[in-house]
C-alpha cells in the first residue's frame, strides 16, 4: 500500500484481518518519518506498508526523487536503493543530519530512487495482521526472520512497484540479515549490488556493553522473553540522561561511546531528536541470538535450546550455520568498516573477510578501511558524505551504467 506525501486527501490503505486482499482507510501518521524528517525539506516522500509472509505490517518511506533544482530529475529511469538500519534503531537514524549531509537524500538527489525499510517491532512496523503488540506471540523472532521474512518481503515489494533490481545499503544488523539471506539464496534474482556499513556477521571479539550484556543473558534474565525495550525497560537511565544533556556545552553522544565506540564525527545538535525516537524495541529472542553468536563464535540461525527443538525446526539436533561462502561470488559487495567499532570489531570483520575473500570475484569486492569511525559515525556522522558515501554512490553508478 502506498501513500504519497504530497497528495491530499491523505489516506493510507492498510491490510488488516480478513487477509492480505482486503483493505481499509486509515490516516497516515502525522508524525511519520515522511512528513517530519524528509518533505520538510523540499522533497516528495510516500509512505509505504509491506507485509511480510508471516503477517507483520512494515514501514517503508519511498523518496522517489531529489529536490527541485537539484540535479537527477530528469526523465531517466531511477534505479532503486533500499537502505536498512540496524538494531535497536529504526528508519529516523539515517535522516538526523542535513538532507546534504544524510545518505538517503544525498541519493535522491544523485538519481536514485531510495526506499527506507523499518524492521519489524519498530515504531513504524509494530503491527501485524493476527498478532498485538503487547502479546508475548508478536515478539516470538530473531534476526533469522528479519532474514527470512522482513528483507524478502521489502525487495520483493520494491521490485514489484520498480520494476528492476535493488542496489542494497545495510547498517549493522542490516548487513547481517542481508549476508544471512544471500547465503540462503534469497534475495538473488532481485539484488543488483550491496554496501555493507559496519558489517556484522561474527562477534567473537565484541567489546562493546551491549555485546557483554548479549552474551551474558543478563537482558534476558532481567526482562524475560517478550520485547526488549530500553527506552521503556530503562526509562530512568533515559530520563536521567535528557537532563544532563539539556546543560549546554555537554557531548550527550559520548554516553554512545560504552555501546558503539568512541564516535568522532557525531552532530551534538542532533542528540536530541536522537534520543526521542531511539532506541527502538527488538525481541528478547534477537538479544538472546545476539548473546548465542558471541559465546559459541559462529554465524548459526538461532538455537532453541535442545536437540529436540532444533530437530523439529531445522531437521538436526544443532543449529544449523549460515554458509556465507554462499554469496554469490559474482554480487557486487561494497564493505566499510572503522577502527574504533565496538561493535564490528576489526578482528570480526577480518573473519568475514577470510570468508568472503576467497570466493569473492576481486572486482566484485570493495573494501573501505577509517580510522577514526565507530558504530555510528557510518550512518550519522557530520563528514560521512566525504568518507563513506561518495565511495557509496561511486559504487552504484559503477554497477548501474551510469
Not at 96 to 108: C, G, R, S, V
Not at 245 to 266: E, F, H, R, S
Not at 349 to 373: A, E, F, R, S, W
Request: overall charge negative; aromatic content about 10%; proline content about 6%.
Amino acid at each position: 500500500a502506498r501513500l504519497d506525501g504530497y497528495a491530499p486527501p491523505s489516506i493510507w490503505l492498510e491490510p488488516w484481518l480478513f487477509g492480505l486482499n482486503q483493505w481499509h482507510i486509515r490516516s497516515p501518521p502525522a508524525d511519520g518519518i515522511c512528513a517530519t524528517l524528509v518533505t520538510i525539506h523540499g522533497y516528495k516522500c510516500q509512505e509505504h506498508e509491506v507485509v511480510t509472509e508471516d503477517g507483520y505490517i512494515l514501514s517503508v518511506q519511498r523518496i522517489p526523487g531529489g529536490r527541485v533544482g537539484v540535479g537527477g530529475n530528469g526523465d531517466t529511469k531511477r534505479q532503486p536503493v533500499l537502505i536498512q538500519h540496524g538494531v535497536l534503531v529504526d528508519g529516523v537514524t539515517w535522516l538526523l543530519n542535513q538532507p546534504e549531509q544524510n545518505l538517503p537524500t544525498i541519493l535522491a538527489d544523485q538519481g536514485f530512487d531510495v526506499w527506507i525499510s523499518n524492521t519489524r517491532g519498530t515504531r513504524f512496523s509494530n503491527r501485524h495482521l493476527s498478532l498485538q503488540v503487547n502479546q508475548k506471540g508478536y515478539w516470538n523472532w530473531s534476526w533469522d526472520e528479519l532474514a527470512k521474512f522482513d528483507l524478502p518481503a521489502v525487495f520483493d515489494y520494491v521490485y514489484n512497484e520498480t520494476g528492476q533490481k535493488i542496489h542494497y545499503v545495510g547498517h549493522s544488523q542490516g548487513t547481517l540479515i542481508a549476508m544471512a539471506a544471500l547465503s540462503e539464496g534469497l534475495l538473488v534474482e532481485k539484488i543488483k549490488s550491496a554496501a555493507l556499513l559496519s558489517p556484522v556477521a561474527y562477534l567473537n571479539t565484541v567489546t562493546s556493553i551491549l555485546g557483554v550484556v548479549c552474551r551474558e543473558a543478563i537482558v534476558a534474565d532481567l526482562f524475560g522473553d517478550s520485547a526488549f525495550d530500553p527506552k521503556e525497560q530503562l526509562l530512568p537511565f533515559f530520563n536521567i540522561a535528557r537532563t544532563l544533556c539539556d546543560a549546554p556545552g555537554i557531548d550527550c553522544y559520548g554516553l554512545l561511546a560504552p555501546l558503539t565506540g568512541p564516535n568522532c564525527c557525531l552532530n551534538v545538535s542532533t542528540f536530541h531528536p536522537f534520543i526521542r525516537n531511539e532506541p527502538q524495541p527488538t525481541s528478547m529472542m534477537n538479544i538472546r541470538h545476539c548473546g548465542q553468536s558471541i559465546r559459541e563464535k559462529v554465524v548459526a540461525k538461532y538455537d532453541y535450546g535442545s536437540s529436540e527443538a532444533n530437530t523439529a525446526r531445522y531437521g538436526e539436533a544443532k543449529a544449523p550455520a549460515y554458509n556465507l561462502s554462499n554469496i554469490p561470488k559474482n554480487l557486487p559487495l561494497f564493505l566499510s568498516y572503522g577502527a574504533l567499532d565496538t561493535l564490528s570489531d576489526v578482528r570480526d570483520v577480518n573473519l568475514l573477510l577470510g570468508i568472503l575473500k576467497p570466493h569473492h570475484d576481486v572486482d566484485k569486492l570493495t573494501i573501505q578501511y577509517i580510522n577514526n569511525y565507530a558504530h555510528m559515525d557510518f550512518i550519522m556522522g557530520v563528514n560521512a558524505k566525504d568518507i563513506v558515501y561518495t565511495q557509496v554512490l561511486s559504487f552504484f553508478k559503477n554497477h548501474t551504467g551510469f
